[in-house]
């Protein structure tokens, strides 16, 4: 029989990648609290209708990558299925569940962040994978250009404590409200127009669907011609402009290095004024940008609810872990802080009920309970990388000491056989380094 696969582009996650997953959630999380975020959780199936009225049909996102379905209805009603779809990404769905949920009502103030996994049907390279994860968060209800910088400095402050903010740069850039938006894409169609010919097949597309997406195209003939484009910034209303140097002058007070990227635009239609990327170099090969996000002060309205300013942002999981594994980042602190090795049924016994009491503190214990001798458990302890072991045979149950090893050192120090005893040595040598 042939072996079974995961579907092409989705990964299997084993503990020796995921110590470095759970480092980079765990800093977002503290993170994002930090700055006054709280979490949000939303269903991964979304009625297809979220991403199409809010990212936007003519985004590559909803004309090619959604794996969209029909969820069957309910029994005995053919006619009442709904198509549904793997969430590609999380801010329509997020803006769906607050509208749902009454919580964006007048002069609503709210931010919320996301962990969790996203699909698209992609094809499949390192660091562009058909399920993916994402952190993030949204604020709502200001259009004040300080949370445009609390967005930022809030990426900033999570690569900075992963140790990638100097291998990271931010880039920036500003597209206007939609009325000038209107303009520019005028300008946009008229100049590609003209050199159509040059333009890659799925650029012609753009062309008619999402001319400002031609601007992100990877296509080099695409790019080349993109560079003599008539850019955003030249069809700034004085408010728009205001909003954007205001913008730079926040980052500027905070001391976060940016670039402004005057042709950076980001692939999905509700956008308005900032946009920015935060592209890695390291690591990433051509899937280079490790979080992007902006303005987006029209989606509220455009899902249903009252016209609400809001910013945020999407990083992805995968690409920031394979950035910290190029630069070389430790993997974090899963291995065993003390072996028990039980030298026969009565030290046994007493590793069993000493791992009992110390795991319900928190400390990690290895303890064998396939009953093998005291040479194969010290081997695997060296091997599972454990701190510290302790011995326990008839001599340490009768006098209640043991001798608590140092795997590194091999130092060795008396130690009373109790869960407090043992604890406080483990601790305090962690503690010491
Ligand atoms: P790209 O230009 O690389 O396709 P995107 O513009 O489609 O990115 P966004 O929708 O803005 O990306 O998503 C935000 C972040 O999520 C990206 O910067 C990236 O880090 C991550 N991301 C997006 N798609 C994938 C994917 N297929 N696999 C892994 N990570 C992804
Ligand atoms: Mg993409």
Same mark, same amino acid.
């Given at each position: 029989?042939?072996?079974?696969?995961?579907?092409?582009?989705?990964?299997?996650?084993?503990?020796?990648?995921?110590?470095?997953?759970?480092?980079?959630?765990?800093?977002?999380?503290?993170?994002?609290?930090?700055?006054?975020?709280?979490?949000?959780?939303?269903?991964?199936?979304?009625?297809?209708?979220?991403?199409?009225?809010?990212?936007?049909?003519?985004?590559?996102?909803? *004309?090619?990558?959604?794996?969209?379905?029909?969820?069957?209805?309910?029994?005995?009603?053919?006619?009442?299925?709904?198509?549904?779809?793997?969430?590609?990404?999380?801010?329509?769905?997020?803006?769906?569940?607050?509208?749902?949920?009454?919580?964006?009502?007048?002069?609503?103030?709210?931010?919320?962040?996301?962990?969790?996994?996203?699909?698209?049907?992609?094809?499949? =390279?390192?660091?562009?994978?058909?399920?993916? *994860? =994402?952190?993030?968060?949204?604020?709502?209800?200001?259009?004040?250009?300080?949370?445009?910088?609390?967005?930022?400095?809030?990426?900033?402050?999570?690569?900075?404590?992963?140790?990638?903010?100097?291998?990271?740069?931010?880039?920036?850039?500003?597209?206007?409200?939609?009325?000038?938006?209107?303009?520019?894409?005028?300008?946009?169609?008229?100049?590609?127009?003209?050199?159509?010919?040059?333009?890659?097949?799925?650029?012609?597309?753009?062309?008619?669907?999402?001319?400002?997406?031609?601007?992100?195209?990877?296509?080099?003939?695409?790019?080349?011609?993109?560079?003599?484009?008539?850019?955003?910034?030249?069809?700034?209303?004085?408010?728009?402009?205001? *909003?954007?140097?205001?913008?730079?002058?926040?980052?500027?007070?905070?001391?976060?290095?940016?670039?402004?990227?005057?042709?950076?635009?980001?692939?999905?239609?509700?956008?308005?004024?900032?946009?920015?990327?935060?592209?890695?170099?390291?690591?990433?090969?051509?899937?280079?940008?490790?979080?992007?996000?902006?303005?987006?002060?029209?989606?509220?309205?455009?899902?249903?609810?009252?016209?609400?300013?809001?910013?945020?942002?999407?990083?992805?999981?995968?690409?920031?872990?394979?950035?910290?594994?190029?630069?070389?980042?430790?993997?974090?602190?899963?291995?065993?802080?003390?072996?028990?090795?039980?030298?026969?049924?009565?030290?046994?016994?007493?590793?069993? =009920?000493?791992?009992?009491?110390?795991?319900?503190?928190?400390?990690?214990?290895?303890?064998?309970?396939?009953?093998?001798?005291?040479?194969?458990?010290?081997?695997?302890?060296?091997?599972?990388?454990?701190?510290?072991?302790?011995?326990?045979?008839?001599?340490?149950?009768?006098?209640?000491?043991?001798?608590?090893?140092?795997?590194?050192?091999?130092?060795?120090?008396?130690?009373?056989?109790?869960?407090?005893?043992?604890?406080?040595?483990?601790?305090?040598?962690?503690?010491?380094?």
């Amino acid at each position: 029989m042939d072996q079974l696969r995961a579907v092409k582009g989705m990964d299997d996650l084993f503990e020796s990648d995921l110590s470095l997953w759970r480092h980079v959630e765990l800093v977002a999380r503290e993170t994002f609290l930090a700055y006054g975020f709280g979490e949000i959780r939303t269903p991964i199936l979304e009625e297809t209708a979220v991403f199409v009225r809010g990212v936007g049909e003519g985004t590559d996102i909803v *004309h090619k990558e959604m794996f969209t379905f029909d969820d069957g209805g309910r029994p005995g009603d053919k006619d009442g299925t709904t198509s549904v779809c793997l969430r590609p990404e999380n801010t329509a769905g997020v803006v769906r569940a607050m509208l749902e949920h009454g919580k964006l009502f007048a002069d609503a103030y709210e931010q919320v962040f996301y962990v969790g996994p996203m699909f698209r049907r992609e094809q499949p =390279q390192a660091g562009r994978r058909r399920q993916f *994860h =994402q952190i993030g968060c949204e604020a709502f209800g200001t259009s004040e250009p300080g949370m445009d910088v609390a967005v930022m400095a809030c990426v900033h402050t999570i690569l900075d404590r992963l140790g990638l903010s100097s291998s990271t740069k931010l880039l920036l850039n500003t597209l206007g409200d939609p009325a000038e938006r209107r303009g520019y894409t005028d300008a946009l169609v008229a100049y590609f127009s003209a050199h159509e010919a040059r333009l890659s097949d799925d650029s012609r597309r753009r062309l008619k669907e999402n001319p400002l997406r031609i601007l992100d195209s990877k296509d080099a003939g695409d790019r080349a011609l993109a560079m003599a484009a008539p850019r955003p910034v030249d069809f700034l209303s004085d408010a728009a402009r205001a *909003h954007f140097d205001a913008v730079c002058a926040g980052l500027t007070r905070l001391s976060i290095p940016f670039s402004r990227d005057p042709f950076l635009v980001r692939g999905l239609d509700y956008y308005t004024r900032t946009v920015f990327e935060f592209v890695g170099e390291a690591g990433l090969g051509a899937q280079s940008t490790v979080a992007a996000g902006g303005r987006y002060d029209g989606l509220v309205e455009t899902l249903g609810g009252r016209p609400t300013p809001a910013v945020g942002f999407a990083g992805g999981v995968e690409r920031l872990v394979l950035m910290l594994k190029a630069v070389g980042a430790p993997a974090h602190g899963v291995a065993p802080e003390l072996a028990l090795v039980g030298a026969d049924d009565g030290g046994r016994a007493l590793c069993e =009920q000493l791992a009992f009491g110390l795991r319900r503190q928190g400390v990690r214990v290895v303890v064998d309970v396939r009953g093998r001798g005291v040479k194969a458990q010290m081997k695997s302890a060296d091997k599972s990388g454990a701190r510290h072991s302790v011995v326990v045979g008839s001599a340490e149950l009768g006098s209640g000491q043991g001798r608590v090893k140092n795997m590194a050192t091999g130092d060795v120090s008396d130690v009373a056989l109790s869960v407090e005893a043992l604890r406080a040595v483990v601790r305090a040598a962690h503690a010491g380094g």
